[in-house]
């Protein structure tokens, strides 16, 4: 999908813009990336973007728990 939306998040990485259209994706929520001045764009229809900054959120939150406690996905059988 192209054409006018709303960018949700940007970074010089494209690898990082990357991650966040897979959480987008898994959420369901059209979007696209785009490249700009100021780096890779994740655009979302207008309407789509509170639920998107929301999926994008909450991917921030467990990503940052995950990496304080490396063995947190671990589970002992």
Same mark, same amino acid.
């Given at each position: 999908?192209? !054409?006018? !939306? %709303?960018?949700?998040?940007? %970074? +010089?990485? *494209?690898?990082? $813009? @990357?991650?966040? $259209?897979?959480v987008l994706a898994a959420a369901g929520t +059209?979007? #696209?990336?785009?490249?700009?001045? @100021? !780096? #890779?764009?994740?655009?979302?229809?207008?309407? @789509?973007? +509170? /639920?998107?900054? %929301? /999926?994008?959120?909450a991917y921030d939150q467990q990503n940052s *728990?995950?990496? *304080?406690? +490396?063995?947190?996905? #671990?589970?002992? %059988?």
């Amino acid at each position: 999908m192209q !054409g006018p !939306g %709303t960018a949700v998040r940007v %970074t +010089p990485s *494209r690898q990082r $813009a @990357d991650e966040w $259209a897979v959480v987008l994706a898994a959420a369901g929520t +059209p979007h #696209w990336l785009r490249r700009r001045l @100021d !780096g #890779w764009a994740v655009i979302v229809p207008p309407d @789509d973007a +509170p /639920s998107a900054l %929301t /999926s994008l959120a909450a991917y921030d939150q467990q990503n940052s *728990r995950d990496s *304080r406690s +490396p063995s947190s996905n #671990w589970h002992a %059988t």
